[in-house]
Nanobody
């Protein structure tokens, strides 16, 4: 059972930056892919960014160039660095891991961007 714990969410003014992190209970090298999703009060959950076991990264179009997903293999953590934040980036950010065909989720960390 993979456990994921997010942290780092908070309040930030539009144009600012925030970094959220996700601690994984397993070695990152045993996980096929990890990513971040977000959910606001109106939309359904949407995928934001992903990083695969070989280190390749992928981003949803609205965050490309502003967000960076990365990982720390020694710490078994992944991060999402969010720059130039917009009000529409507000939501609960969830960490996801896919291992051996199963998907695991954290409980989320809230991010609120205000004008």
């Amino acid at each position: 059972q993979v456990q994921l714990v997010e942290s780092g969410g908070g309040l930030v003014q539009a144009g600012g930056s925030l970094r959220v992190s996700c601690e994984v209970s397993e070695s990152i090298f045993s996980i096929d892919a990890m990513g971040w999703y977000r959910q606001d009060s109106v939309k359904q959950s949407e995928w934001v960014a992903a990083i695969t076991v070989d280190g390749s990264t992928h981003y949803e179009a609205p965050v490309k160039g502003r967000f960076t997903i990365s990982r720390d293999n020694a710490q078994n953590r992944i991060y999402l660095q969010m720059n130039s934040l917009k009000v529409e980036d507000t939501g609960i950010y969830y960490c996801n891991a896919v291992m051996r065909g199963r998907s695991y989720w954290g409980r989320g960390t809230p991010v609120t961007v205000f004008l």
